[in-house]
């Protein structure tokens, strides 16, 4: 394996499938069986998720709701999210552990960085949810927060597209897609991987982002494995 350590950040979206909102057993079971075949090959894996299929902050926010009582209600998606698939994963006989930015003692445990190490060193795969613990702060940077926290290779983001393109390749059949491309790049033609915050300080660590379709069976193993799939953001 290319990685021995691995962040991956999972939209809430990714989860509902086919429906409109909510989450999707079986999409939940695709993603517990790709994330096995890594974790039997000694790959560590911890996972951070949205919780957009629930509820975005934002969106809120938009509609005349408090900007932080809404971010504070997409950190318990979160959390949801963070749930339902520690279960998927277990009922795959995959060892998890749920940690939370926000405490809840009662389904998590709370965020400390040895603790989620030590987790990842003896084959656990371990999911953060509540993001940062803080409004005004997306899932994004609470991702590459985690991985430089954590000592992560690399932050794989599994999307619904294969890869960066310089349009939206599901709006433009004509998209461009880039297979490797520096992080001065990605700013200079204002590309859209993370939020400005996330991405910044990713770059700033010098850890490498790969974008990848993560619906596409077997892709999350060739990613780690070093196969050329997606597109890779490095220095």
């Known amino acids: ?4 350590r691995i962040l991956l950040k999972l939209s809430g979206e990714a989860l509902m499938g086919d429906r409109q909102y909510g989450i ?5 079971a695709e993603y517990a069986r790709d994330i096995k075949t890594i974790t039997e090959k000694g790959v560590e894996v911890a996972i951070v998720i949205g ?14 709701m408090d900007r932080v009582q809404g971010d504070y209600m997409g950190m318990l998606a979160t959390v949801i999210n963070g749930l339902a698939l520690q279960g998927a994963l277990e009922d795959a006989e995959i060892p998890t552990r749920l940690q939370t930015a926000i ?5 998590a445990e709370p965020f400390i960085r040895r603790r989620a190490m030590r987790h990842l060193e003896k084959g656990r795969v371990v999911i953060f949810g509540g993001g940062t613990g803080n409004p005004y702060f997306t899932t994004d940077s609470a991702a590459v927060l985690r991985a430089i926290e954590i000592e992560a290779d690399v932050i794989l ?15 433009d059949d004509k998209a461009i897609k880039f297979n ?3 992080f001065d790049d990605v700013l200079r033609k204002g590309l ?6 996330a991405f910044t300080l990713s770059q700033e660590n010098e850890l490498p982002i790969i974008v990848f379709d993560m ?12 196969e050329k799939i997606g597109t890779e953001v490095n220095i």
């Open 1 to 4: 394996m290319k990685y021995k």
């Open 24 to 28: 999707d057993p079986e999409r939940l």
């Open 51 to 64: 919780g957009g299929n629930i509820f975005r902050g934002v969106a809120g926010a938009s509609k005349g």
């Open 103 to 107: 405490k809840i003692n009662e389904v």
């Open 157 to 171: 983001k599994g999307t619904r597209v294969d890869g960066i393109y310089n349009t939206d390749p599901e709006k």
């Open 180 to 182: 490797t491309i520096t």
């Open 192 to 197: 859209k991987v993370m939020d400005t915050t």
């Open 215 to 226: 619906n596409k069976k077997g892709n999350l193993l060739k990613v780690v494995s070093g």
